[in-house]
């Protein structure tokens, strides 16, 4: 959506009249603060940028023993529905229902004793995305930057013409938008780029025509009426730099005002947004439901340019109905997981794409008798036992890291919280976890309190 706002005056999320907001998406691919993200982007002299990220996030909590970590000698009533098979690592057995992410965990990293031990979806979302306990139930607001929005934040754009940040169809999490995957007080500026909000949440099983981004529809024709709305929204990007200039908040725009309008307009981002372009052979490998397709954007996107993508499998929440619930999903990352980290090798860029597979937490390893009016097993909230999955980006693959007891219920072998995970990633990426960033109070706030990596995995 490419919107530009000129009714009423009432402050948009950035605090600016909406008289005077530019809006692409979730308050600003083309505002203000894009042209300050870039005017930071200019002046920074940051780490390296060849890595990107790909987070594909389970939102609900998908069981550790139906995926990662399953437990093929457990009682019936812990095992659950499936068997473990064997993979192309000796001694790395995953879901029988992962037979195709089986032949690649020789690039794969397994992390099977995350845990943060709370079971509230917000307070575990918040954690899992940003490092910290922050938000909860009772609280929702977040409290802290997500790690995308860090990554935007300190690195900036890594190709001219396309965002930093992407959510795919939108960035979401806990029915949030963009939730815990936003930018908190690093400001809006920072938040991801939805590129499909109007179609977005869609399901594992979801079998409407998939739309193409509005976005592109809207650049694409290039009609006289569209060349008029192209002239038009500069001389509006004009008035508004006037506008700004009145107020103080920036000394000049004139430079960024372009880089804003080449990223909405240009062939780099226009091209990496038509799926249309894949061949049906690459399209079919990773599905044609929205996880595939939007698993393949996501390689296309980073391919082109952006520097963290997320990926939006929902979903997961299955307190009745475990068989049924995790059995039309799991399939589906199956099937994404492999076709990206098949895609990523064959066109040589698996060192430099991160690959993160994750949810805010697991599922209670004693199946449950359902729900009221649903009594049918399932699993509970649980983020006693999280289980994760990283890949690409230099990681050493081919191994597990940490364990979790007979059952699946608590680590019994290297310990390890949300932060070190995500400590880890941002040391791939040459970001320091010690960076500080002023809060909503002004007070410097590090990106992480718990910065120790896992070494097993650099």
């Given amino acids: 959506m490419l919107r530009i706002s000129r009714g009423d005056a009432r402050s948009n999320c950035a605090g600016h009249s909406r008289r005077t907001a530019l ?59 499936w068997t473990a098979i064997s993979s192309k690592v000796p001694g790395i057995h995953l879901t029988e229902k992962f037979p195709l992410q089986a032949a690649h965990t020789d690039k794969m990293a397994i992390v099977r004793s995350l845990h943060h031990n709370n079971g509230d979806h917000f307070a ?36 001219g013409g396309m965002p930093t940040y992407v959510g795919l169809p ?34 594992a099983t979801y079998s409407a025509p998939i739309k193409p981004p509005t976005l592109l529809s809207s650049i694409k024709d290039d009609s006289t009426d569209r060349t ?79 520097g963290f993508v997320t990926v939006d499998m929902p979903h997961w929440d299955n307190h009745s109905r475990i068989e049924k619930g995790h059995g039309d999903k799991i399939p589906k990352v199956d099937q994404a997981v492999s076709a990206l980290l098949t895609d990523l090798t064959d066109r040589g860029l698996l060192d430099d794409v991160i690959v993160l597979v994750m949810g805010e937490f697991g599922r209670t390893p004693r199946l449950n008798n359902g729900q009221p009016g649903i009594p049918i ?35 019994i072998e290297r310990p390890l919280e949300p932060a070190n995970l995500l400590a880890t990633v941002y040391h791939l990426l040459g970001i320091d976890p010690a960076m500080t960033f002023p809060n909503h109070a002004g007070r410097p706030i590090a990106i992480l309190d718990e910065r120790e990596i896992i070494r097993e995995l650099v």
């Avoid at 806990?174 to 991801?192: F, S």
């Avoid at 999955?389 to 059952?407: C, F, H, L, S, Y």
Wanted: charged share 25%; proline share 6%.
């Fill in 23 to 81: 809006k692409v998406g979730a308050c600003g691919l083309l505002n203000l603060s894009l042209a300050d993200l870039l005017r930071h982007r200019a002046q920074a002299q940051g780490p390296s940028r060849d890595k990107s990220v790909i987070l594909l996030w389970l939102d609900g909590g998908p069981s550790q023993l139906e995926s990662y970590d399953p437990k093929p000698e457990a009682p019936a009533e812990y095992r659950g529905p």
């Fill in 377 to 411: 097993p399932g699993r509970d909230h649980w983020g006693n036992a999280i289980s994760a999955m990283i890949a690409g980006g230099g990681i050493r693959g081919g191994q597990v890291v940490g364990a979790t007891n007979d059952k699946a219920e608590h680590p």
């Fill in 170 to 203: 939108a960035a979401e999490s806990v029915y949030i938008y963009p939730g815990y995957q936003g930018a908190a007080y690093l400001g809006p500026a920072y938040n991801p780029f939805d590129v499909q909000p109007q179609q977005k949440y869609l399901s």
């Fill in 124 to 159: 575990a979302a918040h954690w899992m995305l940003t490092g910290k306990y922050g938000s909860t139930a009772a609280s929702k607001d977040s409290k802290f930057p997500s790690i995308g929005s860090y990554v935007s934040r300190i690195r900036g754009p890594v190709t």
């Fill in 228 to 306: 008029s709305d192209r002239v038009h929204l500069l001389s509006r990007l004009d008035t508004v730099r006037r506008e700004i200039d009145r107020t103080g908040m920036m000394e000049s725009m004139d430079e960024f005002q372009q880089q804003a309008v080449d990223m909405v307009l240009s062939g780099k981002a226009r091209d990496a947004l038509d799926i249309e372009q894949e061949d049906a052979t690459t399209r079919n490998r990773y599905g044609r439901g929205p996880w595939g397709h939007y698993t393949l954007m996501a390689r296309r996107l980073v391919e082109a340019g952006v």
